[in-house]
């Protein structure tokens, strides 16, 4: 089963577009850390402590030497944040993809040839495994871009072409 270990933005868009139950239906081993946790809203947090409580969701807490290891990595790129530095070392340790829509921590990991995935990949996973039709994607997607206006605009606008087609 592919790891996977989620930013904090993917969350919050899964969240805004209610899709976190079946974004957790993918063949999928969902991790994330304990930074990611700290810069959520307070209902999103009990949303995603659920998950984890169900073990649905792997929470990664660093301990001291972890800690540590993270803040002498942060100098490698102090332009990110201690969550992305976070999430960056528990990909490395466990092998996994990163799911973030930030683009400064996307470019960074993946000049350490660790793979990057981002919310659009998310809704193309739900639709190859059949967890939505692309009748609901479409609308999905649509909400998507009034929330966060920071998508590609161009690889949304295929999508929504792509999803609406009868092919």
């Known amino acids: 089963m592919k790891v996977v270990i989620s930013d904090t933005n993917i969350f919050i868009d899964l969240l805004n577009v209610d899709l976190l139950d079946t974004f957790l239906k993918l063949p999928l081993e969902v991790h994330t850390t304990d930074f990611i946790i700290y810069e959520l809203r307070e209902e999103q947090v009990e949303v995603i402590t659920e998950k984890i409580n169900d073990k649905k969701i792997t929470l990664n807490e ?6 540590t290891e993270i803040l002498e990595q942060m100098k490698e790129r102090e332009s990110l944040s201690l969550d992305d530095h976070s999430v960056y070392y528990y990909a490395k340790k466990l092998s996994a993809t990163i799911l973030t829509g930030d683009r400064a921590f996307r470019n960074f990991a993946e000049e350490k040839h660790i793979e990057v995935r981002g919310i659009l990949w ?26 966060n206006k920071r998508l590609p605009s161009d690889e949304c606008e295929r999508r929504l072409e792509k999803w609406k087609s009868k092919k």
């Open 122 to 147: 998310v809704l193309d996973e739900i639709i190859t495994n059949e967890l939505l039709n692309k009748t609901e994607m479409v609308s999905k997607l649509t909400c998507l871009m009034e929330t």
């Open 62 to 67: 660093a301990n001291e030497e972890e800690y």
